[in-house]
DNA sequence: ATTTTATCTTGACAAGTGTAGAGGTAACAA
DNA sequence: TTGTTACCTCTACACTTGTCAAGATAAAAT
C-alpha cells in the first residue's frame, strides 16, 4: 500500500469527502498549484489501478469514485517506513524530531498526555 | 535535501562511521538484500553529485567517503513532509499513528514525558 | 438538429530511481 | 615481472512519477 506524494495528495480530498468526482479532485488541487485536468485524472486512474479507490457511481459522463483503503491503513505502513529509513527505526529520535519541528501547540501536548496516560493502564 | 529510500539507507551507515568506503558500504547493505557493488556505488556517485557525501581521503585506488550533512538537516524537512502528506499536517494523528505502530516501550514512553516536561518549562 | 461544453480516454514524454554489466587499472601476490 | 584481485568508471536500461495534449463523446444549450 504505497502510495506517491501526489497520490496522497488525491487520498486526503477523498477521505474527506464520501464522494468525488475527478473535475472535484482537480478544483481541490488547483487551490494549491497549478495542475491541468489531465494530469489530476491520470492520478486518478493510477489510484484505481492500484485499487486504492473506485468507481462508486456514474451519473452522465461523471465518473464518482470513492476510497477502498483507510487512511490508517495506508499511514500505519508508511509511518513504519518512514520510521527505518529516516530514523534508522529509533522513535525516540522522531519524537524528538517531532518536537522540534514547529513547536506543538498546547492542545497537542494535551493530547499527548492523553496518550500516554492511556497507554500506562493497558 | 530530499533524498531517496536507497539513499537514507547508505546515509544511515554513513552517518554512523566516521568514514567509509563504498564497499564497506556494500557490505553492510548486503546484511539486508542482495545488491551488486556497482548498484551500491551508483547511489554513492549520487550522494556525491548532490553534495551530501564527499570524498574524504584516498588511500590507493580506494575513497573514504564522509557525509556533509546532519542527520537532522535531512529529517527536519521530509519528517515535514510526511506530516503534510501522510496526515495531512495533522500531528495528533502522527503521534497516534506512533503508539498504534508496535508499541512504544517504557524507555520510549519516558523520554516522551520528559519531553513534554523540558516542553512545558519554555 | 446543431453547436457548445464538460468529462473521459489514450498516448506520450522527461526526469528520477533501482539495478547491474563491461571494462579499466592500481595494488598486491607469486 | 607478470598474473590476480579489488575497486573504480562508464554506460545502460526498465520502471515509476509527474506532466500534459489530442481526440472522442455524452450531455446540455441554443
Redesign the interface.
Known amino acids: 500500500m504505497k502510495l506517491t ?1 501526489f497520490e ?2 488525491v487520498m ?1 480530498y477523498l477521505w474527506q469527502q464520501t464522494e468525488a468526482t475527478s473535475p472535484e479532485v482537480h478544483a481541490y488541487i488547483t487551490k494549491t498549484r497549478d495542475v491541468t485536468y489531465s494530469t489530476v485524472k491520470t492520478i486518478i486512474d493510477r489510484l484505481e489501478q492500484k485499487k486504492v479507490i473506485k468507481r462508486h457511481r456514474v451519473e452522465g459522463r461523471t465518473i464518482y469514485y470513492q476510497t477502498l483503503v483507510t ?2 491503513e ?3 505502513p ?6 527505518q ?4 527505526g529509533n ?11 514547529d513547536d ?2 498546547q ?3 494535551q ?3 492523553n ?2 496516560k492511556r ?2 493502564k493497558l
Chains 1, 2 share one sequence.
Open positions: 506524494s496522497l495528495d486526503q487512511p490508517k495506508v499511514q500505519k508508511m509511518l513504519k517506513q518512514v520510521l529509513k529516516l530514523f534508522a522513535k525516540k529520535l522522531l519524537m524528538n524530531q517531532l518536537f522540534e519541528q506543538l501547540s492542545e497537542d501536548i493530547y499527548l498526555e496518550l500516554i497507554d500506562k
